[in-house]
């Protein structure tokens, strides 16, 4: 053992450096961890206050400048409130840092309440800091000088039409576009094209603008007589059928001609008998020229153009001039055409739009179902209650907090005399009715003897047996235990019934209980509903999202 520690010291004056670098080396760790211990403090400015008033708490933390500093967050000073948090200040001391955090805390209920520590997170490594005691101190009132009113009664407040007007709204842009889709695609005067334009023309203007446009065709340049010959000749009986009134579109050669000359014996046609022969020759061509494959010299056909175009003209000239009472006619005749126009287009503009009602509501029906598509285009009680304005209140004391589809309102209850005297204040409020189709009552009850546990079962089963007068039947009951949202634990009954109608038949209904309760005090909800209405479904678990109660008597 003595050899070996000789060995050391002569090592060491040999290699006097080396020995003082791992000296260096064993030291740093342990300086570094001295420099990185992090320092809290946290200080109030005061430790008693009056209801509302407001403390001012200080979180100071002394650290590195690299380390992560991570400062309580919310409401996390409860059962102190938490009015403002804001970062005071970061002052830099060489490698050090101080940042300070300073919280607006305020309370009001008087009493002692205790500040928990709060957790403060440097580099994930959690710090506390110590806990303080606060007295809340009531505000003194001189009821000498304060004059003290009377509860005002409440005020009937309009429900809002902002849901109503966004729904017409709606409708009116609906309403709009498909009235400029009929518009644009039938009401409007839409311009015409060339065939229109045609159509709308005399027919003796008409067929002398259809002859030269044949004239001006490559039929007789592509060898095709029997298109060409078809079109002379109906161009022509067009012509006879609207301007002379003849049937000349379905009749053969022979009968067309017989016609004519009918005509012309009456007197009704002043032709001569060479315009009816010359008529004749050119339709028994065109017969060849379709029947029988025939094909005449392109110059005769070009002929047989001009002839035709002449027994128009002398057709026409050859026509008596019209009576008054003709043109009459006719401007009626052109009226009673538009008029029936018209009449088309509008009732095409109301067939799109009932197709459009008709296949927007089956993809409604088919999409959200037959029930919620009447209830929405009918309405439906509790359906417009689950839209509508909801309100937050709360009601009685000690207070049930919760949100409702409508305001509860006060109702005065007369107690039986016995009763009287062992309940020092009775507060229910209500909305609807328990034989409605929806319905929901609180009751705050403080009693004289506050060291008194509440009874829960007393007062459930005489809220049971106001069911069975007012006529339910069958009552199933089930209990569970039921928590608020802020952790008060309660008494949840529920369970369904039916009432007899005057029809004969029965309606279900579903109800539940919460109680709630301590010393000297218990707190009641009830909410009823139909059985199978899935909007009061939805209501009740929103109230129940919603519902929280204060225990301090």
Partial sequence: ???????????????????????????????????????????????????????????????????????????????????????????????KVILQKIYALTQF??????????????????FFTDSFQVKVADVAVDTTKQKMYDIKPLIEIERSNADMWLTALWILLGLIVVGGLAYWFFLRKKPLTEEEKVALLPPYDRALMELKKLENSKYLIQDEYKQYYSELTDIVRAYLEEDVHVSAMESTTSELITKLEMLKDAGELNLDDDTIHQFQKILQTADLVKFAKSKPATSLAEHDRKIVEQIVIKTHEALPEPTEEDLLLNEEYLEELAKKKQRKRMYWAAAIFIGIIVMGSVFSVAYFGVKKVRDTVFGYPTKDLLEGEWVASSYGFPPILMETPDVLVRKEIEL??????????????????????????????????????????????????????????????????????????????????????????????????????????????????????????????????????????
């Fill in 416 to 553: 039986p005399k016995e009763t009287e005297e062992l309940i020092k204040e009775l507060q229910t409020f209500s909305y609807g009715s328990y034989v409605g189709i929806f319905s929901v009552s609180t009751s705050s009850i403080t009693f004289k003897e506050q060291n008194e546990d509440p009874n829960f079962e007393a007062i459930i089963v005489s809220t049971l047996n106001k069911f069975e007068q007012l006529g339910l039947k069958n009552i199933i009951t089930k209990q569970e235990e039921f928590v608020t949202q802020s952790g008060v634990k309660g008494l949840k009954t529920y369970g369904s019934g039916s009432f007899g109608e005057p029809d004969g038949d029965s309606k279900k209904a579903k109800y539940n209980i919460l109680s709630f309760g301590g010393k000297g005090f218990i707190q009641q909800i009830v909410i009823t509903w139909e059985d199978g209405d899935e909007y009061a479904e939805e209501i009740v678990e929103r109230i129940l999202t919603s519902l929280d109660v204060k225990t301090q008597a």
């Fill in 1 to 95: 053992m003595l050899m070996d520690n000789l060995h050391i010291i002569r090592d060491r004056h040999r290699h006097p450096i080396i020995w003082i670098a791992l000296s260096l080396l064993f030291l740093l760790p342990i300086t570094g961890r001295a420099q990185s211990n992090p320092k809290v403090n946290a200080e109030v400015d005061t430790l008693s206050i009056k209801i509302g008033e407001q403390i001012q708490y200080k979180i100071t933390v002394e650290a590195d400048s690299t380390d992560v500093v991570f400062f309580p967050e919310g409401q996390t000073f409860s059962p102190l409130e938490t009015v403002e948090a804001i970062m005071a200040d970061t002052i830099k001391n060489e490698e």
């Fill in 109 to 126: 209920d008087s009493g002692a309440y205790t500040i928990p520590p709060q957790r403060i997170a440097i580099n994930e490594q959690p």
